[in-house]
C-alpha cells in the first residue's frame, strides 16, 4: 500500500476506533443483575450450568471431519440431518427452509423448544451460521486461496455450541421459547449473511414482536478467546453480557462469583464495527448482539486475524475451553432471563448499511495505534475528522475485500 495512503489510513482508523469507543458498563455491580426485579443474583445460577465444552469441541472436530460444509453440499446435508436425527427424538421441532439465492441453494435449519410454561412468551433466536467458506481468499500461500478452508472457528464453534445448548434447555423451564437458528450461506464469495438475511426479510410484524432478542455467535473458539464489543448491537444486551461474564470470571479485574478476579476475555471497552448475521434482525428493531472474537490468529489490519478466511482455520486453534466459556455465558444468559424484556435499539452507526450484503468485514481493526480511552473532547475532534475518514476507509476496504 502507498506510504501516504496508509498513513491515512492508519490514523482513520485512530480516529473510528476513539470515536467509537463507548465501553459497556455492566447494568449493575456486585454480581446483582438490574434485569430481575426480586434481587437474584447470576452467581444463584451458577451452580446450575450443564454446558460441557468438550462435547461443543468434539462436535467441531465432527464438523471440520465431514468436509466444506458449502450451501448444497453432501457435507451440509450431513450436518442438518445428523442434528436432526438427534434433536427430533427429545421433541425439538425441526424446520428446515430452502432459499435460492446468487446461484446457491441455501437451507436455514431451524429448532424450537416450546415453553411449557404458563405464562410463556415470546422466544429467543441463538444462531450461528453452520456453512464453511468455499475459498482461503485471506490464505499467505496463493495456491491455498482457491480451496475451501477447514471452518474450525468460523464457524463450527459457533455451531457446535447451539447444539450442545440443544441438550440442555428442555430441562430450562424457561417461560419463552428458544429457537436454535443455524444459518446458511453466511460465507460464499462476496455475498454475506444471506441465510440471515432471507430469514429476517421472511418474518412477519408479529414474529419480530414475539423475538425478544437474537442473539448470534461467530467465531468463538478461539483457543485465545477476546470477547471484543461488535457493533452495531444492543446496548442492554451488551450491558448484561458484561454482567453475565463478570460473574464467570471473564472480566479483567472483575471479581466473579466467588471474589476471583476474572480474565481479561470479555474485552467490551475494544469496539469492532462488524457486519455479521445480527445486522438484518437488528436493523427490524429486535435487539441483536454479536458474542464474536475478531482477533483469530496474529492482529492483521482489515482482517480478523491471521487464521482468518485461510487453510489455518483448524481445529487444534480452538479449545473446549474457549468454547466452554462461551457456551456457558449464553447459558447463563437464558437461565436469568437475560435475552428477553429488552429496550429495541435500530440506531445503526452512520458508517452501516444493513442492506448492503457484506459478512463479517473488518471496517476497522483495533491495532497497535488503537486508543482504549477516549475522553468527550477527543470524541468531538474524532467528530470532525470521522466523515471523512470513515468514508475513505469504507471505501478502501470494500477494495479490499476479496
Ligand atoms: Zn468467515
Redesign the pocket.
Known amino acids: 500500500m502507498h506510504r501516504s495512503k496508509s498513513r491515512t489510513l492508519r490514523l482513520g482508523i485512530v480516529l473510528t476506533v476513539l470515536f467509537l469507543m463507548a465501553p459497556v458498563h455492566g447494568e449493575t455491580s456486585g454480581n446483582s443483575y438490574a434485569w430481575a426485579d426480586d434481587g437474584s443474583s447470576p452467581c444463584d445460577m451458577i451452580d446450575e450450568l450443564t454446558f460441557n465444552g468438550t462435547l461443543a469441541n468434539e462436535s467441531v472436530q465432527w464438523q471440520v471431519d465431514l468436509g466444506p460444509r458449502l450451501p448444497g453440499s453432501n457435507a451440509s446435508l450431513a450436518f442438518r440431518d445428523n442434528i436432526k436425527g438427534l434433536l427430533e427424538p427429545a421433541g425439538w421441532d425441526i424446520t428446515e427452509v430452502e432459499h435460492h439465492r446468487h446461484g446457491m441453494n441455501l437451507t436455514n435449519l431451524h429448532a424450537r423448544w416450546a415453553s411449557t410454561a404458563n405464562d410463556s412468551d415470546g422466544q429467543v433466536v441463538i444462531s450461528a451460521h453452520y456453512d464453511s ?1 468455499g475459498a482461503a481468499d485471506r490464505d499467505e500461500n496463493e495456491t491455498n486461496r482457491s480451496l475451501p478452508v477447514p471452518g474450525a472457528n ?2 463450527a464453534s459457533g455451531a457446535a455450541i447451539l447444539y450442545e445448548l440443544a441438550r440442555h434447555i428442555p430441562s430450562m423451564n424457561l417461560t419463552y421459547d428458544v429457537v436454535l437458528f443455524w444459518n446458511d450461506a ?2 460464499q464469495g462476496d455475498n454475506y449473511t444471506l441465510g440471515s438475511e432471507v430469514w429476517a426479510e421472511n418474518l412477519s410484524a408479529s414474529e419480530i414482536n414475539a423475538t425478544h432478542a437474537f442473539v448470534l455467535l461467530d ?1 468463538v473458539g478461539d483457543a485465545d478467546l477476546q470477547l471484543q464489543n461488535i457493533n452495531p448491537g444492543n446496548d442492554t444486551l451488551k450491558a448484561r453480557l458484561v454482567d453475565l461474564g463478570s460473574a464467570l470470571g471473564l472480566v479483567n479485574e472483575s471479581k466473579d462469583c466467588n471474589g476471583t478476579l476474572g480474565r481479561d476475555i470479555i474485552q467490551y471497552d475494544v469496539v469492532v464495527p462488524v457486519l455479521d448475521d445480527h445486522v438484518h434482525p437488528h436493523a427490524l428493531g429486535i435487539p441483536s448482539i454479536d458474542i464474536m472474537d475478531p482477533v483469530y490468529g496474529e492482529p492483521k489490519f482489515y482482517s480478523f486475524g491471521s487464521y ?2 485461510t487453510m489455518e482455520d483448524t481445529p487444534d486453534k480452538v479449545s473446549a475451553e474457549s468454547l466452554g466459556h462461551v457456551g456457558r455465558l449464553v447459558e447463563l444468559g437464558l437461565r436469568t432471563d437475560a435475552f428477553i424484556d429488552l429496550v429495541n435499539q435500530t440506531e445503526m452507526p452512520n458508517e452501516m448499511d444493513a442492506e448492503q450484503h457484506v ?2 468485514t473488518p471496517i476497522s481493526q483495533p491495532g497497535e495505534d488503537s486508543v482504549n480511552n477516549g475522553s468527550p473532547a477527543m470524541a468531538i475532534i474524532a467528530a470532525v475528522f470521522i466523515a471523512t475518514f470513515v468514508m475513505s476507509i469504507a471505501l478502501l476496504e470494500w477494495k479490499a475485500k476479496p
Request: hydrophobic fraction near 30%.
Open positions: 467458506r468460523d464457524a453466511e460465507d467465531m482468518w478466511h459478512e463479517k
